[in-house]
């Protein structure tokens, strides 16, 4: 169950759901970091800078076909250093799952279930992601190729067709150019292209590992094209003065629909069904990878019931943990850290490969 294999297209569909997932999320402290409408700058920094990374991680995930990057790092680093590095993917998965559970159960709270205790939705979507991850990643791959199809694709209509009277010169001006801003909110941007990281576990679970490696550099180009035009229309629906204050933008432009012969009365639950499908999915994806980190890092091969670990943690960190438009002021630190991180750490394993072969390479001489 835990052995099948999936296609390099289903992998691109699980990377852009989860990253879109994040962008989503992150998208009020973009929004608030970034004096004027440049923060599509930002977007294309932090594009760039993973596309360059992406050529020589890409080589060594060619290499270690069969690995995760838990399992390549106790193969390139001393077994202390890939145990924490091991034991820092299972708490940042676990704890990135947990923020964004809780934000999707008070989102439900808030549209649906007025009256309802905010733990039993955390609970419902637990068992609901239990269920789905324990079936393996075949099962999960094919969700989020059905997702992309019938959920995701016309959430991102609904919100295009939301901004049919816009201000686009709220786009302008472009100069002076904040360049502060866009460089401070760079780390934000990077950790919104999330499915970088779940790359480093999901490559070695797709059958073409050759044409994985195009897929992995469209992923990062697709995910740009979405973050800058999700940031360009809520910028053209609300300016940037009232964008700021956007607690869930996504939401808020739906509030405010009038699309010519759309026959729904209450747009925004009808884009808020596709988000829970699109934000379902995708707890189920990092569920599914934190499962397998969780396999390499304590070497075991019953990594299918580790979901069962997995369902307290949850339920306890979501519990804990604030909605993330209360962490938005505290959040800079963590930020930068894991973004580091997230960014550093694949790239490091790509160089020691790489000096590992060198060497290799100048003995063979010899």
Known sequence: MFDESITPYQNLAMLILVSFAFQSMLMPLLLSEVDGPVGWMTVIIAAFILYIAIRPINKMLLKYREDTLVGISDKLFPKFISKIIGIYYIVMLLTANSILMKDFAEQIKLMMLFKTPLSSIIIV??????????????????????????????????????????????????????????????????????????????????????????????????????????????????????????????????????????????????????????????????????????QEAFKTRENGYFIYIQLPILFVLSALL????????????????????????????????????????????Q
């Open 125 to 294: 979507i637990l068992l609901t992601a239990s269920y789905a991850t324990k079936k393996g990643i075949k099962t999960i791959a094919n969700i989020a190729s059905v997702t992309l199809l019938t959920a995701f694709i016309p959430y991102l209509l609904l919100i295009i067709f939301s901004t049919y009277y816009a201000d686009y010169s709220n786009l302008f001006p472009v100069y002076p150019i904040d360049v502060n801003g866009v460089l401070k909110s760079v780390p934000g941007a990077v950790l919104g292209f999330f499915g970088f990281s779940i790359l480093m576990f999901s490559n070695c679970k797709v059958d073409t590992k050759e044409k994985n490696t195009i897929i992995n550099k469209k992923f990062i180009v697709i995910s740009m094209f979405l973050y800058i035009a999700s940031y360009v229309l809520i910028i053209v629906k609300f300016g940037i003065k009232e964008s700021v204050h956007l607690v869930w933008p996504f939401l808020s432009v739906m509030k405010f629909v009038n699309i010519p012969g759309f026959f729904f009365e209450s747009t925004e639950i009808v884009g808020l069904c596709f988000q829970f499908i699109v934000t379902s999915s995708c707890i189920c994806i990092i569920a599914y990878f934190t499962n397998l980190a969780m």
């Open 322 to 365: 604030p909605g993330m438009y209360m962490m938005f002021p505290y959040i800079q630190w963590p930020l930068l850290i894991s973004s580091g991180l997230n960014f550093l750490i694949p790239l490091a394993a790509a160089l020691a490969d790489k000096k590992l072969r060198n060497s290799g390479n100048s003995g063979n001489g």
